[in-house]
């Protein structure tokens, strides 16, 4: 890792001398920004219990001057530096944990277990990488203070709970986050990427992650013996037509241009081999990019359950129950396009156009898409970092291996390379918005 981050200083030197500055700045902060990244990995919350992290956060930033706010939309804090006439201009950090046993073997590995409110006991990481978005806030909250002669306007600073519940974001909204704080022109966050090299930047220009939809569906039957199936309305099989007809929903009613999914990732029913239960379920996951592919998407599964059931003689008062988890809904990422274009320009004069990358866009999901989408007049974007060790990813594309994904137990980022690049990117980013005239 050490090898690693002083590649990454080494590179620093070859930029232009504005950048070389900051780059300069960043490597100063970075031994105590490790010790607080080490400790926030081995103390991961799960989501909405993000309390500790949170007081980490909100203690760095008072001691810079900001004016911080606690539990908002829970956990959230909102940490306002105020300096003079100009834009308002947001940096997002989420803070949140995973369900997940670390099974990397390093030093600093989460040891941390739970019980969850479900009453299953389990291992906690930051398997998302959150708490390299946590401690790259906190390098951007010490750059901003530090170099407060160099801009104008006010910067919103926000600790995010319960991303990875699609929850965090709209409760810190509906807690008035642009109500009670200064409303932004500007929203800017990182996410840490599995898939590239440590260093370096991606951007999507437009729809970069999708609409993310948790779909139950309760399939009913009337259930009887398994020897007289004429005495009964099977549920499993008409759930398992439903699946097979759900397949065509993609395939079939949506333009091949549109990028969509719809996967049954679940499919529970019955409890003996001679019984004919009287209740199947299912749980789906639906991606898309446009409302209007959504909407086709939800309506189509409704439909399809109901007409599957007519089809086999289900009564009226036994059709398919289809609920939509509007709690769990994360609305597709959209990068302001001529936004993004701009600060990837920007970017690639600091970095190089080696490190700055056009990536395409995934059908993962991320809630700071809410930031943007409540006013249009926002211009929002959320930029990759690579956190794949580069002697990892050579050996891996060389074997031919495939790489530990985000949420995997064995996910192990080059956290300096990630705070490093997140830090010095995304404090240039916004010194570049609220340049003082
Ligand atoms: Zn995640
Ligand atoms: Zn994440």
Same mark, same amino acid.
Request: hydrophobic share 40%; glycine share 10%; net charge neutral.
């Given at each position: 890792m050490r090898i690693?981050?002083?590649?990454?200083?080494?590179?620093?030197?070859?930029?232009?001398?504005?950048?070389?500055?900051?780059?300069?700045?960043?490597?100063?902060?970075?031994?105590?920004?490790?010790?607080?990244?080490?400790?926030?990995?081995?103390?991961?919350?799960?989501?909405?219990?993000?309390?500790?992290?949170?007081?980490?956060?909100?203690?760095?930033?008072?001691?810079l001057g900001y004016k911080v706010t606690e539990k908002v939309g829970g956990t959230g804090i909102v940490a306002v530096l105020e300096n003079g006439p100009g834009p308002v201009v947001l940096v997002r950090a989420d803070m949140d944990g995973l369900p997940v046993t670390e099974q990397t073997g390093l030093a600093g590995a989460s040891k941390v277990r739970v019980t969850t409110k479900e009453g299953v006991e389990t291992g906690v990481m930051h398997a998302c990488g959150h708490d390299t978005h946590m401690t790259a806030w906190v390098g951007v909250a010490r750059l901003m203070a530090a170099n407060k002669a160099k801009w104008s306007g006010t910067l919103v600073m926000i600790g995010q709970p319960a991303e990875e519940r699609g929850a965090g974001a709209r409760m810190m909204l509906a807690d008035g986050l642009y109500t009670r704080f200064p409303k932004p022109q500007y929203a800017l966050a990182f996410h840490d990427a599995a898939q590239f090299p440590a260093g370096k930047i991606g951007y999507t220009p437009g729809y970069a992650l999708a609409n993310v939809d948790s779909v139950d569906i309760?399939?009913?039957?009337?259930?009887?013996?398994?020897?007289?199936?004429?005495?009964?309305?099977?549920?499993?099989?008409?759930?398992?037509?439903?699946?097979? %007809?759900?397949?065509?929903?993609?395939?079939?009613? =949506?333009?091949?241009?549109?990028s969509a +999914? $719809? #996967? @049954?990732?679940?499919?529970?029913?019955?409890?003996?081999?001679?019984?004919?239960?009287?209740?199947?379920?299912?749980?789906?996951?639906?991606?898309?990019?446009?409302?209007?592919?959504?909407?086709?998407?939800?309506?189509?599964?409704?439909?399809? %359950?109901?007409?599957?059931?007519?089809?086999?003689? =289900?009564?009226?008062?036994?059709?398919? +129950? $289809? #609920? @939509?988890n509007k709690d769990e809904y994360t609305p597709s990422t959209f990068n302001t396009p001529e936004f993004t274009e701009e600060m990837a320009a920007f970017l690639k004069t600091s970095f190089g156009d080696d490190r700055v990358v056009q990536m395409p866009p995934v059908m993962g999901g991320e809630d700071f898409s809410r930031f943007g989408r409540e006013d249009k007049s926002i211009k929002s974007l959320i930029v990759w970092v690579g956190g794949v060790p580069q002697a990892e990813y050579d050996a891996a594309k060389k074997?031919?291996?495939?790489?530990?994904?985000?949420h995997s137990p064995f996910w192990a980022p080059d956290a300096p390379a990630v705070i490093s690049t997140a830090t010095e990117a995304l404090t240039a980013m916004t010194l570049k918005l609220m340049a003082k005239k």
């Amino acid at each position: 890792m050490r090898i690693l981050w002083t590649g990454v200083a080494a590179l620093a030197l070859a930029m232009p001398a504005t950048a070389q500055t900051l780059g300069g700045e960043v490597e100063k902060q970075m031994p105590s920004l490790m010790a607080i990244y080490k400790d926030l990995h081995a103390n991961p919350e799960l989501s909405f219990m993000e309390v500790r992290s949170a007081g980490i956060l909100a203690a760095e930033a008072r001691k810079l001057g900001y004016k911080v706010t606690e539990k908002v939309g829970g956990t959230g804090i909102v940490a306002v530096l105020e300096n003079g006439p100009g834009p308002v201009v947001l940096v997002r950090a989420d803070m949140d944990g995973l369900p997940v046993t670390e099974q990397t073997g390093l030093a600093g590995a989460s040891k941390v277990r739970v019980t969850t409110k479900e009453g299953v006991e389990t291992g906690v990481m930051h398997a998302c990488g959150h708490d390299t978005h946590m401690t790259a806030w906190v390098g951007v909250a010490r750059l901003m203070a530090a170099n407060k002669a160099k801009w104008s306007g006010t910067l919103v600073m926000i600790g995010q709970p319960a991303e990875e519940r699609g929850a965090g974001a709209r409760m810190m909204l509906a807690d008035g986050l642009y109500t009670r704080f200064p409303k932004p022109q500007y929203a800017l966050a990182f996410h840490d990427a599995a898939q590239f090299p440590a260093g370096k930047i991606g951007y999507t220009p437009g729809y970069a992650l999708a609409n993310v939809d948790s779909v139950d569906i309760s399939v009913k039957g009337v259930g009887g013996h398994g020897a007289y199936p004429q005495t009964t309305k099977d549920p499993i099989v008409l759930a398992s037509r439903i699946v097979g %007809a759900l397949q065509t929903l993609v395939s079939r009613e =949506i333009s091949p241009l549109d990028s969509a +999914v $719809v #996967t @049954v990732g679940s499919f529970h029913a019955g409890a003996k081999h001679n019984i004919i239960s009287d209740e199947a379920k299912l749980q789906l996951t639906v991606r898309s990019y446009s409302d209007e592919v959504r909407d086709h998407l939800l309506d189509g599964i409704a439909r399809i %359950a109901k007409g599957e059931a007519i089809a086999a003689g =289900i009564p009226d008062d036994k059709m398919p +129950v $289809v #609920t @939509v988890n509007k709690d769990e809904y994360t609305p597709s990422t959209f990068n302001t396009p001529e936004f993004t274009e701009e600060m990837a320009a920007f970017l690639k004069t600091s970095f190089g156009d080696d490190r700055v990358v056009q990536m395409p866009p995934v059908m993962g999901g991320e809630d700071f898409s809410r930031f943007g989408r409540e006013d249009k007049s926002i211009k929002s974007l959320i930029v990759w970092v690579g956190g794949v060790p580069q002697a990892e990813y050579d050996a891996a594309k060389k074997e031919g291996r495939t790489l530990p994904s985000l949420h995997s137990p064995f996910w192990a980022p080059d956290a300096p390379a990630v705070i490093s690049t997140a830090t010095e990117a995304l404090t240039a980013m916004t010194l570049k918005l609220m340049a003082k005239k």
